[in-house]
């Protein structure tokens, strides 16, 4: 006789084994279950690719957004204040800055030599009981034991201090003044009863003034930053001039062409980046019969209209004249901005996608010579552009009207596929009820079955004897 056991526990499906029909009821039950899925499956595919979708968008909002703001930028007017630029032949040997007006020109400045410090080397002995060190009247105390470096870093934390205080590998104590320039014969002046330092024969080295000609006019400094040698600029002097004079060339008032270049080259890196995303988008296709999460999401925004759209109004912002400028600074391209000339085998893909590049000399020259109409056209542009990415990226805008849209949608399908879950889940839990009892019945038949065919023979054997 088959035997039949049926076990279940709360919240888990009825099982059954030991199938009285001979039927392997559980793969019955699994192809029944399979095609009442099939609904679920298609509705998980569509919230996948919704959940996409969505995705896809906000990352494309976020990109537009920072694209407009980099725009937006172009109408700062700090961009274009007026400020004056100074330029070193040899900024390693004389730096350069302005501060203040200053008259244009060149220069030329020579120099000869650096303003130092004075120095003295001193011998040290660790004091075998506590010393005393003056120094320029300042005093301070060598205790017993101590090091060279100990004694050094009390020298150079002392504000009052007059010298800076360094110890060498070998143990010398070298001491030079705070201040370059000129000191003459008198400088650094050691007293140490104790003997601790010992000063080095032949080693002390008088501070001296820089030496250097402006235009043929000598000069000279106590310290290397001259602030008079040029009215209005700071001359830095670093090395000597022994190759020939550093030219020092003071431009006019004017706009940063440096400035306007960084703000140019920054927005043109964000905008083709952006463009690149908006064309992975609009190229990639759906994959068919797609199976995970992320392959749903692969193409869901393939061939978009309004992507197309707003690509094509990004490449007419760069190139259509804007109302009211003359012809010669009237859009970006008059100030270099361009997707570059097409070269003898043709138009470049980064062209034909709509990159930009940019004419570094082009722009410098527009910003010297019409630093007005450069402003002017680039805030007009920066605005019309504004206009056409802010109507589909900004909050409010198409791009999170459809975003919201997704989102209704998929807590709406998240709500589908959670209800026909559970409606599943009793569907099958009743098939393998129905199952179970179906097998119960046929096993008492069959258990019936035997004991009458028993019986039968039994009953034909007695007759039998």
């Known amino acids: 006789m088959s035997s039949l056991s049926v076990g279940s526990s709360p919240g888990s499906p ?6 009285a029909s001979g039927l392997d009821t559980s793969s019955i039950i699994s192809a029944l279950m399979a095609v009442e899925r099939e609904p679920l499956t298609r509705l998980t595919g569509e919230q996948q690719k919704l959940e996409g979708g969505k995705q896809q968008l906000q ?27 100074v330029t070193s032949s040899d900024p390693t040997r004389v730096g350069v800055a302005t501060t203040s007006g200053a008259g244009i020109g060149g220069h030329e400045v020579e120099v000869t030599q650096l303003a130092n410090s004075a120095q ?46 360094a110890v060498l590998e070998s143990g010398t104590l070298v001491l030079s003044t705070r201040a370059t320039g ?43 930053i001259l602030t008079e040698a040029i009215p209005g600029v700071t001359l830095t002097l670093s090395g000597l001039t022994s190759t020939g004079p550093v030219t020092v060339d003071v431009q006019p008032p004017g706009a940063s062409v440096s400035a306007v270049e960084t703000q140019v080259q920054a927005f043109i890196k964000l905008y083709n980046s952006t463009v690149s995303q908006i064309q992975k988008e609009l190229t990639t296709k759906p994959i068919a019969k797609a199976k995970s999460a992320s392959e749903y999401a692969t193409g869901s925004l393939f061939g978009d209209y309004e992507l197309e759209s707003l690509l094509a109004k990004l490449r007419q912002a760069m190139y259509e004249p804007i109302a009211g400028l003359p012809a010669e600074m009237g859009s970006p391209v008059d100030v270099g901005i361009d997707t570059g000339a097409a070269s003898a085998g043709g138009a470049s893909q980064s062209s034909i996608e709509g990159q930009l590049t940019l004419n570094s000399n082009k722009l410098a020259e527009a910003v010297h010579n019409n630093p007005a109409g450069v402003q002017k056209m680039l805030q007009g542009w920066s605005q019309s552009l504004q206009s056409a990415v802010n109507s589909v990226a900004e909050p409010g805008g198409s791009l999170e009207a459809r ?25 099958e839990k009743a098939l393998q009820t129905t199952y179970s009892q179906l097998e119960a019945v046929l096993s008492r038949n069959s258990s019936q079955s035997a004991w009458l065919t028993s019986q039968a023979e039994s009953l034909t054997k007695s007759g039998l004897g």
């Open 403 to 427: 975003i919201n849209g997704d989102s209704s949608q998929v807590i709406a399908l998240n709500t589908q596929i959670a209800n026909m879950n559970s409606m599943l889940a009793l569907r």
């Open 59 to 85: 990352s494309l909002q976020s990109s537009l957004q920072q694209l407009a703001f980099s725009a937006s930028e172009f109408s700062l007017p700090s961009l274009f204040e007026s400020s004056q630029t």
């Open 120 to 165: 003295r080397s001193f011998a040290f002995t660790s004091p075998a009981a506590e010393d005393t060190v003056q120094i320029d009247g300042n005093s301070y105390t060598v205790k017993a034991g101590a090091s060279a470096k100990e004694l050094a870093s009390a020298i150079n934390s002392d504000s009052k201090g007059t010298v800076y205080a």
């Open 182 to 224: 000129n000191t003459g014969a008198e400088f650094i002046k050691v007293s140490d009863p104790g003997g601790a330092l010992v000063e080095k024969e032949g080693t002390a080295k008088e501070g001296k003034n820089a030496e250097f000609t402006v235009d043929g006019v000598k000069g000279s400094s106590a310290s290397n």
């Open 14 to 19: 009825i099982t059954v084994s030991g199938l």
